[in-house]
């Protein structure tokens, strides 16, 4: 599968979830580093003025906050350690 991506953008992205996954048999980072992906690409839209991607790129960091909010409300709930709060917390748009 990796080399299927091999010479694009996400090679790093699919090495990495794929490695992590036949360690820990968990998707978790693979969905972490695509959405940390996803916000890096719409971080473009912080400095256009007018136009579709600061939009998008609102609507979408306000998602990965509320996920973010979710993910921390959980972990606390739960009682787990900072350290594993701090592996799942996605990046923000700021």
């Known amino acids: 599968m990796a080399q299927l991506f091999s010479k694009t953008d996400y090679e790093a992205l699919v090495s990495e979830g794929i490695k992590y996954w ?5 998707l978790t980072r ?17 400095y256009t003025s007018f ?14 906050d509320i996920k973010n909010i979710r993910i921390i409300l959980n972990a606390k ?4 350690s900072k350290n594993i709060i701090k592996n799942n917390v ?3 748009y700021v």
């Not at 036949?22 to 968990?26: H, T």
């Open 22 to 26: 036949q360690d820990n048999k968990s």
């Open 30 to 46: 693979i969905e972490i580093l695509k959405d940390n992906y996803l916000l890096d690409l719409l971080k473009i839209g912080k």
């Open 51 to 64: 136009g579709l991607e600061s939009i998008i790129g609102y609507i979408y960091a306000k998602e990965n």
């Open 77 to 80: 709930k739960y009682l787990l």
């Open 90 to 92: 996605r990046d923000t």
